[in-house]
């Protein structure tokens, strides 16, 4: 990268002026398995070690986890302050993705951090819907409220291939546990709050689904954009629980 897009002058006096620059290399984080047990030996030898507890450490091993789940030699990933993941880009997808929104690559790689500083949260979509994989699905659990807060487990849908919108379907099955299951579909940049419901003008849509029911969601966009799908429990019995929940998500043609 650094003979690419970082070689270009905009790029880094945008750089310089917006973010503070640093960088990890994966083998020290363990990502790397074969090398686990050389740099355990290298640290011991050398008295040396490295803190993976730090919250910078910790903002690192998400942002693998978060987005696509293919491996990329060097991981771009913008964060707050407060360590919390803003944006990511994989070198391994630059050039197919600046090909796709028919941009330059340093183009695209600066517009990839001024949207991450506007909170459009590029690149962390778990699910990333194409045309020619449009449809995958997700297992995850949801939990009931505790001490008074609303405990979302979120999905984020990553659909900014489909330029000239579509049709998003969600297809929910939940699980036989205790709790049923609210589930909500927001704009990718709207925050779930923790506390009290969600504002009627925020919703894109929802469903209500018992234990071992079915529901679905659907919502048509104009648009390529970022979704975020918010699963929460609800039990009768008024003890905390946890259910499971597979959600099949997809999109089709605007008219379907």
């Known amino acids: 990268m650094r003979a690419g897009v970082l070689s270009k002058d905009e790029v880094i006096e945008f750089l310089n002026e917006n973010f503070i620059n640093t960088w990890v290399p994966n083998c020290e984080l363990g990502r790397i398995q074969s090398l686990r047990e050389p740099i355990a030996k290298r640290r011991e030898r050398e008295g040396k070690s490295f803190d993976t507890a730090h919250p910078l450490a910790q903002a690192i091993i998400r942002g693998w986890k978060t987005g696509s789940k293919k491996r990329s030699p060097v991981d771009c990933l913008v964060m707050s302050s407060a360590f919390e993941l803003m944006g990511r880009q994989m070198v391994n997808d630059l050039e197919k993705d600046s090909k796709r929104r028919e941009l330059r690559e340093h183009a695209?790689?600066?517009?990839?951090?001024?949207?991450?500083?506007?909170?459009?949260?590029?690149?962390?979509?778990?699910?990333?819907?194409?045309?020619?994989?449009?449809?995958?699905?997700?297992?995850?659990?949801?939990?009931?409220?505790?001490?008074?807060?609303?405990?979302?487990?979120?999905?984020?849908?990553?659909?900014?291939?489909?330029?000239?919108?579509?049709?998003?379907?969600?297809?929910?099955?939940?699980?036989?546990?205790?709790?049923?299951?609210?589930?909500?579909?927001?704009?990718?940049?709207?925050?779930?709050?923790?506390?009290?419901?969600?504002?009627?003008?925020?919703?894109?849509?929802?469903?209500?689904?018992?234990?071992?029911?079915?529901?679905?969601?659907?919502?048509?966009?104009?648009?390529g954009q970022f979704f975020k799908l918010g699963a929460i429990g609800h039990s009768n019995e008024g003890e905390a629980s946890v259910n499971a929940f597979v959600a099949q998500i997809s999109v089709g043609p605007a008219d379907s």
């Not at 590029?122 to 001490?147: H, K, M, W, Y």
């Not at 807060?149 to 849908?157: E, K, L, V």
């Not at 923790?194 to 919502?219: K, R, V």
């Open 108 to 223: 695209y790689y600066l517009a990839f951090l001024k949207e991450a500083l506007e909170g459009k949260q590029p690149g962390l979509g778990n699910l990333i819907l194409t045309s020619e994989n449009s449809s995958q699905s997700v297992l995850d659990a949801f939990r009931t409220p505790t001490c008074g807060r609303h405990d979302y487990t979120i999905a984020m849908i990553d659909a900014t291939a489909f330029e000239n919108g579509g049709t998003l379907t969600i297809d929910i099955e939940v699980g036989r546990g205790n709790s049923d299951g609210t589930f909500i579909l927001v704009n990718g940049d709207t925050e779930l709050p923790t506390t009290e419901g969600i504002p009627q003008e925020d919703l894109l849509g929802w469903a209500w689904s018992e234990s071992g029911e079915t529901g679905q969601i659907t919502h048509r966009f104009d648009r």
